[in-house]
């Protein structure tokens, strides 16, 4: 195919984003509402750059300056090596006037394929496919289409008598016998330029907003002697549009059933995938197990054979292989192999634990590292520490952190011994072998090998 494979300098792809969303109800653009762990428009910019075209516009207009750092944002984190170019529409005026905004970015080009922002469960495959078409039918637009059950709420695409396109009529402006069409339009197009040119001069504005309909260029197209074809994609579920909250789960679910799938395929076994949800960033090792009610965010890492859940948050979060998450939080830390956490523990940013380390029950842990086979079992918490090798936390042991103004730090070297219900008044050291007695409020530092006692003698009265 001429414009994908071979000829990217001459393919624009351009994401329509201008948009308020009003009918999501929303402060935040609709394109930034976020699904799988990223910002709608995430998944069109990847389609985008994965076409490897001469350039991505994207029309931004509400909100335009959040719009554009995000989008930057997006980019670089994922890789998105093509050049972006914003195309502000100054007025809510409709997707045809966002498209005729943008023809002095599209100009410089041959070809240029119009994808929607808030279309993010389209799928590379159906994108070049519909690219694939267009090139081989060498019209002068192509349409993505699919028959839906429900054809409510998009465009509708009328057929002559051939099969042949003809146009797309709007709901709001449909005949009963045209909104009776099953066939819709998915918002992804390819035009050549040429015809896109000739054919927005034509088209006016209408419906109850008096919008310019992008659409209309089709009908336009074809009174100027051009031909439309259609590709239809069989898998009606990913042009589905997000328009409001209701749709914007709907394409949640359908995203993370789409990773799981992947997921299962790769070798993960999901217990209960109608209770797992899993980021689109997630990676995950062969033969880990996940539990029913297991939750993982953000950019986290997991590794192999572990057995994560049931109830169970992992964000940003690296587990390493064989590790073991029960009913747990676990927030932006590190878990090194064979390292077991829970049940109801909350490990938060930065720390470090591990490897064969075991932090369970009703244990926080913060900006901390627990060691080696260091064991923090029960009721304890653990903040801005560090402890060594081999280390033994007793139930209920503080680390006293801070002192209303300022953080301290505990260090605790190897094979220490923390007896129950002990606090350690950060700044404080304890050395390496020493021992802590049972609820000790240690305020001074504790020698290698010694053993602390700082609690009041016990008096037996009668
Ligand atoms: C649109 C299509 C409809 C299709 C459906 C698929 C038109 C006229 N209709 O309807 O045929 O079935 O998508 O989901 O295009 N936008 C701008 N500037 C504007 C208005 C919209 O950039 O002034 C952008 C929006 O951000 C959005 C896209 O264009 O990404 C489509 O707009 P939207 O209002 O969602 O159109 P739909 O009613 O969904
Ligand atoms: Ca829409």
Redesign the pocket.
């Known amino acids: 195919m001429s414009s994908a494979k071979k000829g990217q300098g001459s393919l624009a792809v351009l994401v329509?984003?201008?948009?308020q969303g009003t009918r999501m109800e929303s402060t935040i653009p609709?394109?930034l509402h976020h699904l799988g762990g990223r910002p709608m428009l995430f998944y069109i910019l990847r389609i985008a750059n994965a076409l490897k075209p001469g350039a991505i516009g994207v029309?931004v207009?509400h909100e335009s300056a959040s719009v554009k750092a995000e989008t930057l944002e997006m980019a670089k984190s994922v890789g998105i090596t093509r050049p972006i170019h914003f195309i502000v529409?100054k007025k809510?005026?409709?997707?045809g006037?966002?498209v005729v905004e943008s023809l002095p970015f599209l100009k410089k080009f041959k070809t240029a394929a119009v994808m929607?922002?808030?279309?993010p469960l389209l799928t590379y495959e159906s994108i070049y496919n519909l690219l694939l078409t267009h090139d081989q039918l060498k019209g002068q637009a192509t349409l993505l289409t699919a028959r839906l059950q429900n054809p409510k709420g998009?465009?509708r695409i009328v057929r002559g008598a051939l099969g042949e396109v003809q146009r797309?009529v709007?709901e709001s402006v449909a005949s009963p016998k045209e909104a009776a069409i099953s066939e819709?339009?998915?918002?992804a197009y390819v035009f050549e330029l040429e015809a896109l040119i000739a054919g927005l001069k034509e088209i006016g504005a209408k419906g109850p907003k008096k919008?310019h309909?992008?659409?209309d260029v089709m009908e336009a197209i074809r009174a100027k002697g051009g031909r439309i074809h259609a590709y239809a994609t069989a898998n009606a579920e990913e042009v589905q549009?997000i328009?409001n909250r209701s749709q914007l789960s709907v394409a949640e679910r359908v995203l993370n059933k789409r990773m799981l799938e992947r997921l299962m395929i790769s070798g993960v076994t999901i217990r209960d995938p109608q209770t797992t949800q899993v980021d689109a960033d997630v990676e995950i090792g062969q033969d880990t197990v996940i539990y029913p009610g297991t939750i993982l965010r953000g950019r986290t890492k997991i590794g192999r054979l572990c057995r994560l859940g049931p109830f169970t948050h992992i964000e940003d979060a690296n587990i390493g292989n064989e590790c073991e998450v029960r009913h747990s939080y676990v927030v932006g830390a590190r878990l090194l192999e064979k390292t077991s956490v829970g049940p109801f523990a909350h490990i938060r940013p930065d720390s470090i634990l591990g490897p064969r380390a075991r932090v369970g029950n009703f244990t926080e842990v913060k900006n901390s590292r627990v060691g080696f086979g260091s064991k923090v079992n029960h009721l304890s918490y653990i903040g801005d520490a560090d402890i060594a090798e081999d280390v033994n936390i007793g139930a209920g042991t503080i680390t006293c952190n801070y002192d209303g103004k300022a953080k301290h730090k505990t260090t605790i070297g190897a094979k220490a011994f923390i007896g129950s219900n002990v606090s350690l008044i950060a700044p404080v050291k304890i050395g390496k072998g020493a021992k802590v007695a049972a609820g000790s409020t240690v305020t001074e530092d504790v020698p290698d090998e010694a053993l602390a006692i700082a609690r009041a003698r016990q008096v037996n009265k009668t």
Do not use: H, I, M, R
């Open positions: 329509l984003a201008a948009g609709k394109v029309v207009g529409q809510p005026l409709g997707s006037n966002a929607c922002g808030d279309t998009y465009g797309v709007e819709v339009n998915s918002g919008e309909f992008l659409t549009g328009n």
